[in-house]
Each structure stands twice: as C-alpha cells, then as structure tokens.
C-alpha cells in the first residue's frame, strides 16, 4: 500500500540545510525526509573543520569576503559571497542561543587559522568535532518544534511535476518488510538539501550515501546545473585503506604540520610559497603529481608540542585504528574528493530554475564559492542559505496542491536487481572518476571516461537505481569539464594549463546539452 504526506513544504535532507530550513520554515507545516535516521550519513555530521566568521577586533565580514573572493578564482558571486560574511556573526549567536557550545577560552572563541585565511576565524566545537556537534544540536532543538513532521528511512527517487511545476515527490522505504512500500509527499514547495557527491570517486571523504542524487532528481525535471566541473579535493585524506577516506582537518596544517615525502622535503614549497599553507587545489595537485612521480605523501606531525588528541579527537581515534602514533610516525595521505562548489543552479534565495523547485547546502551553487572553496565556508553557506530560503517561502502566501494526481502514474519503474553486481559497476564508475575526472583531467581522459561509462551503462541496464543517478551525475560533471577549455580553480586541465580571461563566466546547463553532446560525439556507442 502506498502512503501519502501532505504539506506546506517538503525537506529531502537532514544534515544542517535540511535541518536549519525546517526549524526556520516556523509556523508553516513541513515534512522533512531523510534516508536513515535523523542526521546518519550526513556530509554535515562529519564536518571537522568548523564554522568561519569574522570574531575579532582585528578581523571583519570585509576581510572574510576579500578571503573569499581571492580563493574563488575570480568566478564567485560577490552578492552571495557578501550574505554569508555579513550574517556569520549572527548565524553564530543563534547557535549559541539553541545550546552550541564553541571551544572557548577564558570566554573568548578558540579560533582556528586554515588556509587561505588571512585571520584565526573557524568557530570550532570539542576540537575537530564540529558538524557532529552542531547535527546534534539542531536535531534536538528541531524535535521541540511542533511544525516538523520528520520521516526516516525514505530514498527519494524522482520529482513529481505536472504543468512544469513542483507538486511532490515519490520515494520508497527501505524496510523489507513492508510491502508496495513507496510513499507520496505531496507540495507545491520542494526543498533539495541530500549533500555533495564525493562518493562517485574513489577516494572521497565523503559518506557512501552522497553520491549528487539531488542533482540527478533535478536535472532530469529540467532544472538548470551550474560549475560542476568544480570538485574539490581535500589533500589529506588518510590513505590507509579505509572508505570513506578518514578526513584529516585542515586545521592539522593550520598548528604547524608539514607535508613531506619519504625523504622529509616539503616538496609543497616547490609549487607554491605558502607551501601546506597554499588553497586546496594547489597542494590536492602537489600531493598528486609527487605520487606520479613515484614518492610517497605524508602529513608529519612529528614535532608538535600540543596535545593532538584533544584537539583533534576525530582524526587521533582513525590513526590509532591504523596503528599510527602522530607523534612518533609519518601519518599516509592522499587527495580526496570532498566538496562540490558546482550544483543545481539557484538564485539569492535559494529558487532553482523550475517553479516550486528550491535547494540548498552542498546540492546547490549560489556562486558563493566560486571556483574553489575558502575553508570552512560550507557550514557557513549551509546555514545562511537555508534561513533565506525559509524566509522567502514564508514572505509568500500558501500555495495550493494540485489536486487531482494519480501517484500510480509516478511508482518508480527501477529497482535494484543485484546488490553484488551493482557494487561491481558502482567501484568501477568511481574508479574511472578518479582517474579520468579527478584533480587533473584533460580531452582524452574526459572522452575516456565517457566511453567507461557507457559501457557500464549498457551492461548494467536496469540493474540499480542508485547506479544509475551515479552515472547521470559522472556524466554532467564531465560534460562541464569538457566545456571549460581553462584551468580555474579545483578545475585543472593539463591541455589548457592557464586561465583564459574570455571564461570568466558561469557554467550553465541542463540535461538536454549532455544528451544532445552523447548524441553527436558517441553516437554508435549510445
């Protein structure tokens, strides 16, 4: 038997852009879904870096958007780059105020310094432990609402529309025991907040459960995408084997810890004056050409005199599983993907390009970013962004549902055949991102990794849902890199090795420029 939710709004999400739109959607009538429980395998839950605002006398929202603008690339949107740093120190005291506890001493903020940051200004809560804190924390204050009825268990598989407009969504549960499973969230307002897509690579920070299926649920109801050539890669990811790869905060370089290769040079410095201290792009590629070239990577921590596993709890509990001591070994790393500045294009306050259709947090691109993130930005975006959202919706009278909608019209066609094969096709997809569309990528490796992908579409037709989202989104992200004929940012192209002023611009398109490029290019093949 089918079920059916109705409401003012419907979330899909529950990391911090879910979470902090439902809580500030008050009083109107929300249901917000999320595929585990509340919180689980969230992008946000694993964030460890911390909160950025402009805190100090010495610092100020001014100097935060010049950071930022100068981390861009050039390509951010000055407008959303100005409403995040203005309304920090606000979204901080609101967190204060529902019970967040930042790391202080002596009552003043203790304040990391990351790169590229001109000033100690990440907010962090029990040392590297930030995003499990603050999912915590929303979680409880949002159960206190009365206006949020939250659903688990639920994958969302499309978007319902009907006269080009939003009218829900249809999902399934994933309990094997219930029967005809699927559920209808009726709305005339659709708010998309399920995270990044780190796990169509390899090697990802990222849960295995973001994978960009916003992305894909928005570009197949025409909605306009933006940047998503721009994939960050963190450059110390812990390379012991584990996936995810356990993420080692940037806020470990920010104290002192240098990057060497089996040698001890600081091979970094080679590339870049600011050395470990260089924006992410630079050292992700550093760290990547030195492995070509036969060295290993490590993060050295060997002379610090802090106590590391206070301050960084998170990272000491997955070295001490590895059997490493960061005071006595050198600690393996490697590039990881991590954040998705590109995303379902949306405007100042969160509208994407098809009516009743809104996203925020990592799914989306404000421009805020630009073409590479500014550390400790996301959490930021995340929060600003969603209490505009919520602040639009509720400026505007209710909208009425539509009425007349048979859901047996939308029951999702595709299921997964076999869990074991689509592992198989899935670690291929992701090796094949790594290789072909990772932190350097050219012509032939992009046209390469369509040719992977369209053999693993012909042979796993019909075999998974999820397998099938992973490769839309491959496909968009590597039709974006194709266009960009530049290195800008987390993009680097090694056949066009400079950036090339006539591109400065934004990268928009829908789903119907990648059909019509497979069409032409791999005709035979398709």
């Given at each position: ?18 979470l ?34 402009a ?18 690339s ?8 100005k ?16 019970g ?5 001493d ?30 915590s ?5 949002a ?19 009907k ?76 390379d ?55 060295h ?100 505007e ?93 987390t ?36």
């Amino acid at each position: 038997m089918e079920s059916i939710y109705k409401s003012d709004v419907v979330i899909v999400g529950s990391g911090i852009s879910g979470l902090m739109t439902a809580i500030s959607l008050y009083p109107r009538k929300v249901t917000l879904v999320t595929k585990r429980k509340l919180g689980e395998m969230s992008s946000s839950a694993w964030a460890q870096g911390g909160i950025a605002a402009a805190v100090t006398k010495e610092d100020s929202p001014k100097k935060h958007f010049e950071d930022t603008l100068k981390a861009s690339s050039g390509l951010s949107n000055e407008q959303a780059v100005k409403v995040i740093t203005d309304d920090a120190l606000d979204i901080v005291k609101f967190l204060e105020k529902i019970g967040v506890r930042f790391d202080k001493d002596n009552d003043e903020f203790t304040l990391s310094k990351e790169a590229a940051h001109s000033y100690r200004r990440v907010l962090k809560i029990n040392g590297d432990q930030s995003g499990k804190y603050l999912v915590s924390n929303l979680i409880d204050y949002a159960k206190q609402q009365g206006h949020i009825t939250f659903v688990e268990d639920v994958s969302v598989d499309h978007i319902i529309q009907k006269d080009s407009k939003c009218h829900g969504i249809m999902g399934h549960i994933h309990k094997n025991e219930v029967a005809d499973n699927f559920v209808f969230f009726q709305s005339p307002n659709i708010i998309l907040a399920t995270g990044g897509l780190g796990s169509i690579y390899a090697h990802t920070t990222n849960p295995r459960d973001v994978y960009g299926e916003a992305i894909a649920m928005a570009a197949q109801a025409g909605a306009k995408l933006v940047d998503l050539e721009f994939v960050q890669f963190h450059p110390t990811a812990l390379d012991v084997g584990i996936d995810p790869a356990p993420l080692l905060t940037e806020a470990i370089r920010g104290e002192g810890a240098f990057i060497v290769d089996e040698n001890n040079h600081r091979f970094v410095f080679d590339d870049n004056d600011l050395g470990e201290l260089a924006p992410r792009d630079i050292v992700s590629r550093s760290i990547h050409n030195h492995k070509l070239k036969g060295h290993s990577t490590f993060l050295d921590c060997r002379h610090f005199k802090i106590d590391f596993k206070s301050m960084f709890p998170t990272a000491s509990y997955y070295l001490k599983q590895a059997s490493i001591d960061p005071m006595k070994d050198l600690i393996p790393i490697i590039p990881a993907a991590h954040y998705h500045m590109g995303g379902i294009k949306v405007d100042i306050d969160g509208k994407t390009s098809v009516e009743g259709l809104w996203a925020c947090g990592e799914c989306s691109s404000t421009g805020a970013h630009g073409a590479n993130r500014l550390a400790s930005n996301s959490l930021l975006e995340a929060f600003v962004f969603s209490r505009r959202i919520a602040n639009k919706i509720n400026s505007e009278p209710p909208k009425q549902s539509y009425k007349l909608i048979n859901i047996e019209n939308y029951i999702p066609k595709e299921k997964t055949i076999s869990k074991i094969r689509a592992k198989k096709y899935i670690w291929q997809l992701r090796s094949a991102m790594n290789k072909f569309v990772g932190v350097e990528r050219n012509e032939s490796t992009l046209n390469q990794a369509f040719i992977e992908f369209l053999r693993i579409e012909r042979e796993a037709d019909k075999l998974s849902a999820k397998l099938k989202d992973m490769l839309l989104v491959s496909k968009l992200i590597t039709y974006a890199a194709l266009q960009r004929k530049e290195s800008r940012g987390t993009h680097f192209r090694t056949d066009y090795p400079s950036q090339n002023s006539q591109l400065l611009k934004r990268n928009i398109f829908e789903q119907n420029d990648l059909v019509d490029y497979l069409d032409k290019k791999f005709k035979k093949a398709v």
